[in-house]
């Protein structure tokens, strides 16, 4: 029994690795990357090569992670500021109701367990998210965030 749900318009790169119970849709994975059990992946999401997306971890529309980024357990993207079930009508919101809001993690970045990414935000390269963090806004380049909200504890040590 298969335990994978990719549909035909995932573009995977050589080499990747993918664990049991993974849904993805419409994205796209880079060479080498490892994706663990029970992540999905929405269309127009994009992975690079060389990263690690660790078990429970939702990464939505318009998030775009670059080359050699570590995402941890159960991390969760955000693509929309101001989430309603339905549009103003009454009916339940389609597509056209709203609009998808980017998420970039650059490259060499690593995000620990538990962090919750929310919209319109950058995480810069080589920067850190500590585990349980919740980023609402830009993280420089070779910094340390943790809390909730995320602040700045330091740089990165090379």
């Given at each position: 029994?298969?335990?994978?749900?990719?549909?035909?318009?995932?573009?995977?790169?050589?080499?990747?690795?993918?664990?049991?119970?993974?849904?993805?849709?419409?994205?796209?994975?880079?060479?080498?990357?490892?994706?663990?059990?029970?992540?999905?992946?929405?269309?127009?999401?994009?992975?690079?090569?060389?990263?690690?997306?660790s078990s429970h971890t939702f990464i939505c529309e318009g998030v775009t992670i670059e080359?050699?980024?570590?995402?941890?357990h159960g991390v969760t993207f955000v693509n929309d500021s101001y989430p309603r079930a339905?549009?103003?009508?009454?009916?339940?919101?389609?597509?056209?109701?709203?609009?998808?809001?980017?998420?970039?993690?650059?490259?060499?970045?690593?995000?620990?367990?538990?962090?919750?990414?929310?919209?319109?935000?950058?995480?810069?390269?080589?920067?850190?998210?500590?585990?349980?963090?919740?980023?609402t806004k830009n993280v420089p380049p070779d910094t340390i965030v943790a809390g909730n909200?995320?602040?700045?504890?330091?740089?990165?040590?090379?």
């Amino acid at each position: 029994m298969n335990y994978l749900c990719i549909s035909e318009d995932v573009k995977l790169g050589k080499d990747v690795k993918l664990s049991k119970f993974i849904n993805m849709y419409g994205c796209t994975i880079g060479d080498n990357t490892k994706i663990g059990a029970f992540v999905e992946i929405q269309k127009k999401a994009a992975v690079g090569s060389n990263c690690k997306i660790s078990s429970h971890t939702f990464i939505c529309e318009g998030v775009t992670i670059e080359d050699n980024v570590f995402i941890g357990h159960g991390v969760t993207f955000v693509n929309d500021s101001y989430p309603r079930a339905t549009a103003a009508g009454g009916a339940l919101q389609t597509e056209a109701d709203w609009k998808v809001e980017p998420t970039l993690v650059k490259k060499g970045a690593s995000i620990g367990s538990g962090a919750t990414i929310l919209a319109n935000v950058t995480i810069g390269e080589n920067a850190i998210v500590g585990a349980g963090s919740v980023v609402t806004k830009n993280v420089p380049p070779d910094t340390i965030v943790a809390g909730n909200p995320a602040k700045i504890k330091r740089k990165v040590q090379k």
